[in-house]
C-alpha cells in the first residue's frame, strides 16, 4: 500500500489563520478550490480530478475516478482539487488559508484511528494520499431531520489533514457510553468510532418558543470530537437578517436619532 505524503506545517495567525505546508521534493499537497495563498518558486500548481487519492487504494480506472470526484458533488464540493508538489531541490513551502474567522485544525489521521468524520465545508487541505469522500447517516431520522449533519464529509488515511471551523474551536475527548448534546451546526468533526444520531427537544414551550430548532445532535463515545462557537450558517444568518431587516433599537430611547448618531441615516 502506498502511504500518503508525510508534510510538516505550521499555522500563524489568531482569528484569521493559514497554514504553511513543508514540501520536501517530490511532495504533494491537496487543497480545495481558492484555499491557495502563496507558495515558493519551484513548487508546480495543478488542478487535479478528485482528491488524487486513487494511486492509494488501486482506483486508477476512468469509472474509479468518477465516482470518487462524484461522490465529492454530494457534499456541495467541487469536481475537482488543487495538487502542490515540490518539483525542484530542497524543502520548500505552500501556504492555504481559511475562508472565514476562526481556527485551523491539524490531525493526524495515523494517531486517530485512521478515518475522520467532519462538517462537508470544514476540509481545508491535505496531504496527497488521504482520500476525501462522504459520510451518509443511515439512521432514518437522522437524514430527515439532520439539517448540517446529514451528509457529512469523510477524511481516511494515515496521513495529515486539515479542517477549518468558525469562532473559538476546542477538543472533548468522550468516554465510552458517554453521551453529548450538542447543536449540529457546532459540530467541525469526530473520530469514527463516535456515534451520531439526531434527537428531538420535546416540550410545546421549547419547540414554539426555544428559538434553537426542533432537534439536536446526540454523540456517543468513545471517541474525539471537535467543536466550534460560531458556524458559519450562524454567521451568515445574522448578516443577512441584519442587513435585510430594519435594526431593533434594543432598548433605545433615541430610535431613528441614534441612526443619524452613528451613521446609518447618511447611506
Same mark, same amino acid.
Given at each position: 500500500?502506498?502511504?500518503? &505524503? ?11 489563520? !493559514? $497554514?504553511?505546508?513543508?514540501? #520536501? ?5 491537496? /487543497? ?8 515558493? #518558486? ?8 478528485? #482528491? ?34 515540490? /518539483?525542484? !531541490?530542497?524543502?520548500? &513551502?505552500?501556504?492555504? /488559508? ?44 437522522? *437524514? ?19 479542517? &477549518?471551523?468558525?469562532? &473559538? $474551536? ?9 453521551? @453529548?448534546?450538542? #447543536?449540529?451546526?457546532?459540530?467541525? /468533526?469526530?473520530?469514527?468510532? $463516535? ?5 428531538? $427537544? ?55 436619532? *441614534?441612526? @443619524?448618531?452613528? *451613521?446609518?441615516?447618511?447611506?
Amino acid at each position: 500500500m502506498i502511504r500518503n &505524503h508525510e508534510i510538516d506545517y505550521r499555522i500563524f495567525g489568531e482569528e484569521m489563520q !493559514y $497554514v504553511e505546508v513543508e514540501l #520536501d521534493p517530490n511532495e504533494t499537497a491537496v /487543497a480545495e478550490p481558492g484555499a491557495f495563498m502563496m507558495m515558493d #518558486d519551484g513548487i508546480q500548481m495543478e488542478t487535479i480530478f478528485g #482528491d488524487g487519492s486513487q494511486q492509494r487504494s488501486g482506483e486508477n480506472s476512468l469509472l474509479g475516478k468518477l465516482f470518487s470526484a462524484g461522490k465529492r458533488l454530494l457534499v456541495g464540493e467541487n469536481l475537482f482539487m488543487t495538487a502542490f508538489t515540490n /518539483a525542484s !531541490y530542497g524543502k520548500k &513551502h505552500v501556504s492555504f /488559508a481559511s475562508p472565514y474567522p476562526g481556527k485551523i485544525v491539524p490531525l493526524n489521521l495515523q494517531e486517530l484511528g485512521g478515518r475522520i468524520i467532519c462538517q462537508k465545508d470544514a476540509f481545508l487541505c491535505a496531504a496527497k494520499g488521504v482520500a476525501i469522500g462522504i459520510e451518509f447517516q443511515r439512521k432514518l431520522g437522522t *437524514g430527515l431531520f439532520g439539517g448540517e449533519g446529514f451528509i457529512m464529509e469523510k477524511l481516511e488515511g494515515d496521513g495529515m489533514a486539515f479542517m &477549518h471551523a468558525g469562532g &473559538h $474551536v476546542f477538543e472533548k475527548n468522550l468516554q465510552a457510553g458517554e453521551l @453529548l448534546k450538542i #447543536d449540529t451546526g457546532c459540530i467541525v /468533526a469526530f473520530t469514527g468510532t $463516535v456515534s451520531y444520531d439526531i434527537q428531538f $427537544v420535546g416540550g410545546i414551550k421549547n419547540t414554539l418558543f426555544g428559538g434553537e430548532g426542533l432537534f439536536f445532535a446526540t454523540l456517543r463515545g468513545p471517541g474525539k470530537v471537535w467543536i466550534q462557537t460560531l458556524p458559519i450558517s450562524r454567521l451568515a444568518g445574522r448578516i443577512l437578517a441584519y442587513g435585510s431587516f430594519q435594526r431593533k433599537e434594543e432598548g433605545s430611547l433615541l430610535g431613528g436619532i *441614534g441612526n @443619524l448618531l452613528d *451613521g446609518d441615516g447618511f447611506r
